[in-house]
């Protein structure tokens, strides 16, 4: 293991062949809370090979940063949607994490594998909040995450 994307399974990876994942099903179904919401609602941090990645989702919308916060995304979740997938905008053009589909999540972990041949686990570290104005996630002066689950 190199450090990078997930941090694996903590089974192993011994799952009965076949079966669906519970925690994937039980948030696809119950995603959307009623009140504009989804159960995805939330902010999440990841350790990945390019640095600490920071997510925060809030009513449909999603912003992302990577690259010690060089790297400032925006865009939207898709929750009534199956698989739930991101779709993000990145400010300076890069679209390593710009399309990416939710393999997993179970209210504390997400786990998003994304088009560009990523895959971050995400911890939960914060309830959710409304998302800054775009204009503001420029990239360059965004702080890191300073609290990593796992």
């Keep these: 293991m190199t450090g990078c994307g997930s941090g694996g399974d903590k ?14 099903s039980t948030a696809r179904d119950s995603a959307l809370d009623g009140k504009g919401g989804s159960s995805f609602d939330g902010v999440y941090a990841a350790r ?44 300076d053009g890069n679209t390593d994490r710009a399309s990416g589909k939710v393999e ?11 088009a560009g041949g990523r895959k971050d686990t995400f911890s939960r570290t914060g309830d959710a909040a409304q998302l800054p104005d775009p204009a ?3 990239g360059g002066g965004l702080p890191a995450p300073t609290k990593l689950g796992g």
């Design 11 to 24: 089974d192993g990876g011994k799952k009965e062949a076949g079966a669906p994942s519970a925690s994937s």
């Design 136 to 138: 503001k996630l420029g």
């Design 48 to 91: 990945s090979g390019d640095g600490p990645v920071g997510l925060s989702v809030y009513q449909g919308k999603a912003a992302l940063y990577a690259d010690g916060g060089k790297r400032a995304c925006t865009g939207t979740v898709g929750v009534d949607k199956k698989p739930v997938a991101f779709t993000l905008t990145c400010a």
């Design 104 to 114: 997993r999540s179970d209210g504390r972990t997400l786990v998003v594998s994304w």
